[in-house]
């Protein structure tokens, strides 16, 4: 299963960009999905995530500036980022933790945020 993530892109630091991620199947076995981003260098960083109830946490870098939402009914999993830094360049990754414990992962969108 692959998810289809978009919305990546060149942007200045202050703008916004929203990213999207839908996934296949049924919205029903899908418990939590989230955003990841690896910067050039850099491990792999839990960025957002949003539960089934939809319940979020976020990482501290981008809390305040940054908004993960989940439309069940789409199946799709949203980032709204705002107030980007150059520090927010990355390559983004959506996740998808199932009921059944298997985990399935977007091929990537890259942000890159000039300053």
């Known amino acids: 299963v692959q998810l289809q993530a978009s919305g990546g892109g060149l942007v200045q630091a202050g703008e916004s960009l929203r990213l999207s991620c839908a996934a296949p199947?049924?919205?029903?076995?899908?418990?939590?999905m989230a955003w990841y981003r690896q910067a050039p260098g850099k491990q792999l960083e839990l960025v957002a995530t949003v539960s089934n109830i939809g319940n979020t946490n976020y990482a501290d870098s981008v809390q305040g500036r940054f908004t993960i939402s989940r439309d069940n009914a789409k199946n799709t999993v949203y980032l709204q980022m705002n107030s980007l830094k150059t520090e927010d360049t990355a390559v983004y990754y959506c996740n998808a933790h199932m009921f059944s414990e298997r985990d399935y992962w977007g091929q990537g969108t890259l942000v890159t945020v000039s300053s």
């Open positions: 199947g049924s919205p029903f076995a899908i418990n939590t």
